[in-house]
């Protein structure tokens, strides 16, 4: 099956800096890159979609100023939490579509964030 | 608007026993479903999915799940659990662009 990494696995920062998260594509190309937030116990939250080469679409209530994301290719979309607090520590996964609509979805391993 | 409700939030099972994680879709259309599932602070696997075709569908690891139209159900089976498949069960449903997770099942097997 399709591979999706991400990178990193886990990170630690210190509150206001940033910090970014790759998500790779790794033997397909990506049409379209999705994030999730997960936090203890709960269910993915979708934060926002990307679409290569365009902006993203953030989901109601995500900070695109504090989440920005970028796919400027078919294979890699980065998510960089921008001045870091102690409330974005949290689980991100992105996952990976080559068709979007209606067709799979392939997940990466997702990274823990976590902000001292 | 699509939603997914996954009604146990947590299930016990003794080790070889069945298994039947229920999930319930809302969507206007005809949905595409899938149950990923979570090991601890990892990402998600699929275990199977359906599009179309037969509403009985296997997927990896012993898994199965049937589609029922009328019950808007697409519950998830497995004849005999292995203490390996304690984790968290996700059942999402495929909408215009996105996909809707369920809350999430944790699946406890014990000996």
């Known amino acids: 099956g399709a591979v999706v990494s991400q990178h990193p696995s886990r990170v630690i920062c210190k509150s206001g800096t940033s910090v970014k998260i790759e998500c790779r594509s790794l033997?397909?190309?990506?049409?379209?890159m999705f994030w999730y937030r997960q936090f203890p116990k709960q269910s993915l939250m979708l934060m926002a979609t990307?679409?290569?080469?365009?902006?993203?679409?953030?989901e109601q209530g995500v900070e695109k100023d504090k989440f920005l994301i970028n796919h400027a290719s078919l294979t890699l979309s980065t998510l960089t939490v921008t001045s870091a607090h102690p409330e974005d520590s949290s689980f991100y996964i992105c996952?990976?579509?080559?068709?979007?609509?209606?067709?799979?979805?392939?997940f990466g391993q997702g990274t823990r964030l976590t902000v001292v | 608007a699509q939603s997914v409700t996954q009604p146990d939030i947590h299930i016990t099972v003794s080790e070889g026993a069945s298994l039947e994680l229920r999930c319930n879709y809302s969507?206007?259309?005809?949905?595409?479903l899938f149950w990923y599932v979570q090991s601890p602070g990892q990402g998600l696997q699929l275990l199977l999915k359906?599009?179309?075709?037969?509403?009985l569908v296997q997927g990896i690891k012993g898994f199965e799940a049937e589609f029922k139209r009328s019950q808007s159900s697409f519950n998830l089976r497995k004849p005999s659990v292995h203490w390996s498949d304690a984790a968290e069960y996700f059942c999402?449903?495929?909408?215009?662009?996105?996909?809707?997770f369920g809350t999430g099942t944790r699946l406890t097997v014990i000996p």
């Open positions: 033997d397909f190309q990506a049409t379209t």
């Open positions: 990307s679409n290569e080469g365009s902006k993203a679409t953030y």
């Open positions: 969507y206007g259309a005809t949905p595409y």
């Open positions: 999402a449903v495929n909408g215009a662009n996105n996909l809707f």
């Open positions: 996952s990976a579509s080559f068709q979007g609509l209606g067709t799979e979805a392939f």
């Open positions: 359906y599009f179309s075709g037969d509403t």
